[in-house]
């Protein structure tokens, strides 16, 4: 496994050799690991390296790898979203993030694996096999960005996007012993994420650091006129990088940690609480009352998004057909056999969310419970600062252990859904290990008040080491 380089590291050591030596290196280690963390390997990386080589070396990440979710349309590469309804597309133009990645300089190493259609908290949904967890191949890697966060902790590159619709930035970077920043909705441009659930998603970034994230927000930050929910208002990532969080009030909500938490999970969660009482912070109690409903209505919701959202992959426009004698069987047909089991799950429930006679008992009551989570946020976080909280309420789980109990898997979405629902922005940082598995700590924010998470995380990752923890050698 190769070794973890921040960005700063990275630039320092491609000004002094090259970008072509980096990128060389890191396509080396890609793969080595067998954790199956890609779903394509970009074999133009070595030239694009090259040419910024002569170029200069002037963007803010000139010559640093990436490895790119594979919901994130990239021009000239394969795009699936994890699922055979997509095998040999390949997206005709760039995503928003995308196109700022080139322009600072970036090199893309590939596209990663991820539940299909970034359904899932395991990644093992994918239609390209299950990715391992660095830390444990034995376990899942988290979901449904698992490839993103794996080939992080795998050291297979240094940087990564996914995105988050429910967790799936912050949970795999959880399970993998890294850090996930789900920033505010609005924040980032969805132009050219392949949608799921567009009201409750956002682009995030994964790294081994607090200072790459903020790196890499700054480069894909920032209004875009294609998506109608970008706002226009600016956040300077870079400069939150400040430690000092004297004074800083932090809530600790009790819901979060209710049934199912892992003892040990608690327990790192609040010696991080207290190591933050140690830099000058203070902490009190605070109580989100409608969080036990956040669950069932985030389902609701997202199933009933998907349904609308997947009913353009109907083997006219992309990937595999599969011919019937007219289009309603050609459809069904193509949709029956490229579609895996937990996608047509969604879809079957989602349609009976929204249909006549039931949009308002379940749809309609989904919204309703979703104003008044949204206003738990507002509420609590009108008392303090930011929230505290597990990122998941358990390790990484074994591979196999939940995927044939699909409740057991939503259910343990509890602790990140919510901040989806609300759509504030939320970072998962490293902070300690149970039984040598990873720990999250999840710290929340107020909507578009992402600066004083980065601060926060920054300050805790400044005076601990748990980020430095890296998985021995995996196979
Ligand atoms: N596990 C959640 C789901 O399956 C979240 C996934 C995500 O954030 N994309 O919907």
Excluded at 315 to 335: F, I, K, Q
Aim: charged content about 20%.
């Amino acid at each position: 496994m190769a070794e973890w380089m921040n960005i700063s590291t990275l630039k320092e050591t491609i000004s002094g050799s090259s970008a072509a030596e980096i990128t060389a290196s890191y396509l080396e280690t890609i793969g080595k690991s067998g954790i199956n963390g890609y779903t394509y390997v970009f074999d133009g990386a070595l030239e694009r390296a090259k040419s910024i080589d002569k170029d200069g070396h002037g963007g803010m990440l000139a010559g640093v790898p990436i490895a790119i979710k594979d919901s994130i349309s990239t021009k000239g590469m394969p795009t699936t979203c994890g699922s055979k309804i997509l095998e040999g597309y390949v997206a005709p133009y760039d995503a928003h993030v995308i196109e700022r990645l080139k322009v600072a300089g970036a090199v893309i190493l590939g596209k990663t694996n991820m539940d299909e259609f970034a359904m899932g908290t395991s990644t093992e949904s994918s239609a390209y096999g299950t990715t391992l967890n660095p830390w444990d191949p034995k376990r899942v890697p988290g979901g449904s960005s698992g490839g993103s966060a794996a080939v992080v902790a795998a050291g297979e590159t240094p940087l990564s996007l996914g995105s988050d619709t429910g967790g799936s930035v912050r949970c795999p970077a959880a399970f993998c012993g890294v850090v996930g920043f789900k920033p505010s909705y609005g924040a980032v441009s969805r132009y050219g994420l392949v949608s799921y659930a567009n009201s409750l998603e956002q682009i995030g970034p994964i790294a081994t650091s607090v200072e790459d994230i903020a790196v890499l927000m700054d480069v894909i930050g920032g209004y875009d006129s294609r998506d109608s929910t970008s706002i226009d208002k600016e956040i300077r990532y870079q400069d939150a990088l400040v430690d000092d969080v004297a004074g800083l009030n932090i809530g600790v909500p009790t819901e979060y940690f209710g049934e199912g938490i892992d003892a040990g999970v608690e327990k790192s969660v609040w010696d991080a609480i207290h190591m933050y009482e140690d830099m000058g912070a203070t902490w009190t109690q605070v109580s989100m009352p409608h969080t036990k409903y956040a669950l069932a209505a985030y389902y609701v919701i997202a199933m009933s998004e998907a349904s609308s959202n997947l009913a353009r992959f109907d083997g006219t426009r992309y990937g595999p057909r599969v011919d019937g004698e007219n289009w309603h069987v050609m459809a069904s047909r193509t949709r029956a056999s490229c579609f895996g089991k937990e996608v047509q799950r969604r879809i079957l429930l989602g349609t009976y969310a929204l249909s006549a006679g039931y949009h308002d008992k379940y749809y309609l009551k989904a919204l309703k419970v979703r104003t008044l989570v949204k206003q738990d946020f507002d509420r609590a976080l009108s008392q303090v600062d930011v929230l505290m909280a597990p990122t998941m309420p358990t390790p990484a789980f074994k591979i196999g252990e939940k995927i044939d109990d699909p409740l057991s898997l939503y259910l343990s979405d509890v602790n990140t859904v919510p901040i989806n629902l609300a759509g504030v922005p939320s970072i998962s940082v490293p902070c300690g290990q149970v039984d040598g598995l990873p720990v999250g700590l999840q710290i929340i924010g107020k909507h578009f008040d992402d600066s004083t998470l980065i601060r926060s995380a920054f300050a805790f990752e400044t005076n601990t080491d748990h980020h430095t923890m890296r998985p021995a050698e995996v196979v």
